[in-house]
């Protein structure tokens, strides 16, 4: 118990901001707005545990059930749904992960939806708008990709071999 606590503790330190500590909370313990820690308003840096979190940003290890970013996430996020309204750089790891902005890293989900951005979607159901990478799934679409799609049902709007294929399909620049 004791090492675990240090361990934790060592991340949190060098997730701590260094420039300014009233900016960003290095804890955010939330059952749901308001009814947590930190002001939704503020950003997170360090961990965050909630049944139902929403702040400005997050940067860390985001864990619980609903996760709910108003500006970007970094980090691994780990539940059942993730919602980020700006970007994503990391893993989204939930039942339902969503990003609007781009996404740099993983979706790993039964739903993931992405703006755009490069990585790997794998789940059920996969949707970006402009993305670069994998995307497997039971069907994946995309309006636009650089990649390569690996599932029972491909879509690729524009410029894939067709617009819909069985279980692959691709477009490379």
């Known amino acids: 118990m004791r090492t675990t606590l240090t361990t934790l503790a ?4 060098v997730l701590m901001p260094t420039d300014s500590l009233a900016a960003q909370a290095p804890v955010q313990i939330s059952v749901f707005p308001p009814l947590q820690l930190v002001d939704e308003s503020e950003a ?3 961990l965050r545990l909630s049944i139902y979190g929403r ?3 997050m940067t860390g ?8 970013t108003t500006g970007s996430f970094e980090g691994l996020q780990l539940g059942l749904v993730g919602f980020t309204e700006g970007s994503t750089r990391g893993v989204q790891w939930s039942a339902v992960n969503l990003t609007k902005g781009s996404l740099e890293g993983a979706q790993l989900g039964f739903v ?3 703006g755009g951005g490069e990585g790997l979607q794998w ?8 993305f670069r990478g994998l995307q497997i799934a039971l069907v994946n679409y995309a309006e636009t990709l650089n990649g390569i799609q690996l599932g029972l ?11 819909v294929m069985p279980f692959i ?4 620049d």
């Open 61 to 68: 290890l985001d864990f619980g059930f609903i996760h709910h």
């Open 55 to 57: 702040n400005a940003n």
């Open 153 to 163: 049902i491909n879509i690729i709007r524009e410029g894939g071999v067709l617009p």
């Open 112 to 114: 993931n939806s992405a």
């Open 123 to 130: 789940g059920g159901f996969n949707h970006a708008q402009n």
């Open 10 to 13: 060592l991340v949190l330190t």
């Open 169 to 172: 399909n691709w477009s490379l």
């Open 44 to 46: 997170v840096r360090g």
